[in-house]
């Protein structure tokens, strides 16, 4: 009997479980999934709960519900991966064998990385929205302020979901808006990118939106430390910036694991072939989602897509084939842009989102890079594929797991 | 599209970094400083040869990773390259722009 091990039971994991649990034969390969949690988060749903749109049972179900029999669940913190010796040890001391690991471990938030952060306003006036913690703890400040100064600030790149933060700052606007507080609130966007975001067109399509909803944006900002005693933030450069209330996405890193195993760079992310997503230091060793270092954006979209090359590639890897070098780091991202409107993008390593229709060219009926209802309609209704489709690794119709260029706009 | 600098043409992109790092010489540098409103100094080239050299090895550049490279701190990277140092250095030294960002 050989043995298959997954490390991490969040989006990316959950999806191969399911998936090689229908590929693998059950008399050859046990397959094995460990995570010290017991509940899966919702993580797309932390953007809604601080403006009380989605409450803290929408986004909470438990790990075990969707593993499907046949792959064991192993609740248990891991200590290292020994990869030399092919065994991930347990923090029990309990060693485990593998003939095949993927680390589907994700990223978290690692506020300490910058000084003051996590210092005396942390919480008060200085808050994540990447964590549920974090997420309801803003929630609870922001039904009684008052208003003044709100900074929406992105410590460093790469992050969970880039957009997110974007997200956050739109519906900021329209949540003050319905309060009939808006004239209260001061908004500025703070960014270490020279614009919005990562890709031009997006970029331009998106400040376009901040500039019409009266948000301020303070580009290549390097944040150098937070100052608790006087509430502002300084950037490498000497620039000031004062608020009243920070949300912050803090640097993002990989597990700690990496770190204890030597198999992570210096934000702890596994170094790993782009286009088959196995690991470049061990064969038998692939690697899913956010742990990884490809240069694609850390979301569950893109682990969908990825968990389907994946998998044949495992099947490969098995029988002795060659791999497919087939991912091309796609990624579709619903964008709220408040008021119950949502833009959609659709991109992968070499193509930028442009305008165009989506998923079926020339007709839609989403639109892409445009706001409209139907795309706020379709990232509600992503709530629900995503516990009923994704994690249980259904191929959602229509979509396929590289991009498209049919439909899309490109000069 | 081609520029001509410092006597020399090079290929340019839109944002004005260098296309092809074989045609950056140090001239071309020194001139490209000029158009950054920065003359350089010795301490300049030390960071300048690291960024390029970092650029040969296939190594993604960020500010987190300069300034814990030994070469710079993060401090006076800033105070070499004001305002966006990363955007600015890698322009003078001819390499491609960061794509620190997805």
């Known amino acids: ?411 | 599209m081609e520029k001509m600098i410092a006597g020399t043409t090079v290929t340019v992109n839109e944002e004005g970094y260098l296309t092809n790092f074989a045609q950056w010489n140090k001239a071309v540098g020194e001139e490209l400083a000029k158009e950054a409103n920065l003359s350089l100094t010795p301490r300049h080239w030390e960071v300048l040869t690291y960024l390029q050299n970092e650029f040969k090895n296939d190594v993604a550049l960020s500010i987190r990773r300069v300034g814990k490279s030994g070469v710079v701190d993060i401090k006076e990277f800033y105070a070499l390259f004001p305002n966006a140092p990363l955007k600015t250095a890698t322009k003078i030294a001819g390499i491609p722009k960061p794509a620190s960002c997805i």
Not at chain 1, 261 to 269: A, H, P, V
Not at chain 1, 290 to 301: E, Q, T
Not at chain 1, 308 to 329: H, Q, S, W, Y
């Open chain 1, 1 to 411: 009997m050989k043995r298959l091990i997954i490390l991490g039971a969040g989006t990316a994991g959950t999806m191969m479980a399911n998936h090689l649990q229908h590929e693998l034969d059950s008399n050859e390969w046990e397959i094995q999934i460990i995570d010290e949690r017991v509940e899966h988060h919702y993580q797309p749903g932390y953007l809604f709960l601080p403006f009380d749109i989605y409450q803290p049972e929408d986004i909470i179900k438990s790990i075990a519900e969707f593993i499907p029999k046949g792959v064991q669940l192993l609740t248990a913190g891991i200590q290292q991966i020994d990869a030399p010796n092919n065994q991930v040890v347990l923090k029990s001391g309990e060693a485990l064998h593998y003939d095949l690991l993927i680390i589907a471990t994700g990223a978290k938030i690692a506020p300490e990385e910058v000084e003051g952060m996590k210092g005396a306003e942390w919480h008060k006036s200085v808050f994540d929205f990447y964590t549920f913690e974090g997420a309801l703890a803003l929630r609870n400040k922001l039904r009684e302020w008052e208003g003044g100064r709100l900074l929406v600030h992105i410590t460093e790149m790469p992050i969970k979901c880039p957009v997110a933060p974007l997200e956050f700052t739109f519906l900021a606007d329209s949540f003050f808006k319905h309060k009939k507080m808006r004239d209260k609130v001061e908004i500025t966007y703070v960014t270490p990118l020279s614009g919005a975001f990562t890709k031009p067109k997006a970029t331009e399509a998106l400040e376009h939106l901040l500039h019409e909803k009266g948000i301020s944006i303070e580009s290549d900002f390097a944040i150098a430390e937070v100052n608790n005693e006087e509430k502002k933030i300084i950037d490498y450069g000497g620039r000031e910036i004062p608020f009243d209330l920070l949300v912050t996405v803090p640097t993002n890193k990989g597990d700690e694991l990496m770190a204890r195993s030597g198999l992570g760079d210096d934000l702890n992310y596994v170094p790993t072939n782009k286009a088959t997503l196995q690991s470049l230091q061990y064969t038998n060793i692939f690697v899913l989602g956010d742990a990884s270092n490809i240069p694609a954006s850390k979301a569950g979209s893109v682990a969908h897509f990825e968990a389907e090359i994946l998998t044949e590639n495992i099947l490969r890897f098995i029988k002795g084939e060659p791999l497919k070098e087939e991912f091309d780091g796609h990624a579709n991202c619903f964008i709220e842009t408040g008021n119950g409107k949502a833009l959609l993008i659709d991109f992968n390593y070499t193509h930028e989102p442009v305008e165009g229709s989506f998923p079926f060219p020339g007709v839609g009926p989403l639109r892409l890079l445009k706001e409209s209802r139907i795309n706020h309609m379709g990232k509600l209704a992503f709530r629900w594929i995503y516990w009923n489709m994704l994690l249980k690794g259904t191929h959602i119709p229509f979509v396929s797991a590289t991009m498209q260029e049919a439909g899309k706009k490109f000069d």
